[in-house]
């Protein structure tokens, strides 16, 4: 089968996951005006869709969140129309595991009629990640991009190698099915310290939900903040902070635990 266009979704709060994704559609070998980027990280995104033709190669790529990918991106993906196409599936986590991640945006492609041929699970620093506990620091890495662009290599290889995506086995994934339920972190937002913020606004536009607006200062929704700490990496001040009596200690714990490089796992 020939890939005549590279159709890349992806959600990418911290713009991890969009590093990778774009680094495999390069390692395809297409035509560079034929690597179509579909970005689904913030509101309004459905006006800069670009639709999928039929041979359209897919990539999708989403941050794990606990072990799973990051609802908002199965709710944007869940409105998109596909067309029965070949599709690469891409988690991206902190260095810890992917866990389940892989198994789910298996079934979500599945569901929306896409037919998985490759997988591949990558670093990205953690969004928790902070200088004085770093965690991935730094990944994607040059390493990390070279490796996402050998991956798409070897998935432009299979896909021209097969006649038809219909005798094609399906793909094996590592993780738990049925799909267990969602680890809850508990109670937890993103708030500006006001004896920090010198109201620059650079948070409002980093949020992928919409949940920080200004009224006599920046602040947030609480329940449409999912903790991707976008904000919190967008802020020069160190004014945005996670308000949590869990997540400072999950941080510290993880900058230990997790402080060996992991690196990429693909699945072919």
Do not use: W
Not at 8 to 22: A, G, L, N, R
Not at 63 to 70: C, D, K, L, S, T
């Amino acid at each position: 089968m020939k890939i005549n266009r590279v159709s890349q979704f992806f959600y990418s709060p911290t713009h991890t996951t969009e590093k990778i994704v774009t680094s495999i559609g390069d390692g395809t070998g297409v035509d560079p005006l034929k690597l179509i980027e579909n970005n689904l990280t913030y509101p309004g995104y459905t006006e800069t869709l670009i639709d999928v033709e039929p041979h359209d190669l897919v990539i999708i790529g989403a941050p794990v969140y606990a072990g799973r990918i990051a609802i908002t991106a199965i709710e944007r993906l869940n409105g998109i129309k596909f067309a029965g196409n070949p599709a690469v599936l891409v988690a991206v986590y902190g260095n810890r595991h992917f866990d389940d991640a892989l198994i789910e945006l298996r079934e979500t492609a599945v569901a929306l009629g896409l037919r998985p041929i490759a997988a591949a699970a990558f670093v990205g620093e953690h969004s928790y990640s902070t200088r004085d506990f770093p965690i991935a620091k730094g990944r994607p890495d040059e390493l990390d991009k070279h490796k996402a662009r050998d991956f798409g290599e070897q998935v432009a290889k299979k896909l021209q190698s097969l006649k038809s995506l219909d005798k094609m086995p399906a793909l094996t994934l590592p993780g738990t099915f049925p799909l267990p339920e969602r680890r809850v972190i508990g109670p937890a937002h993103v708030e500006t310290a006001p004896n920090k913020c010198n109201k620059c606004g650079e948070c409002l536009p980093a949020c992928p939900t919409g949940a920080v607006f200004f009224k006599n200062g920046y602040k947030t929704t609480p329940e449409l903040c999912t903790i991707c700490c976008a904000c919190i990496k967008a802020c020069g001040r160190n004014a945005r902070i996670i308000i949590s009596e869990r997540i400072p200690q999950l941080r510290e714990t993880l900058a230990q635990t997790c402080a060996d490089r992991k690196e990429p796992e693909m699945f072919i």
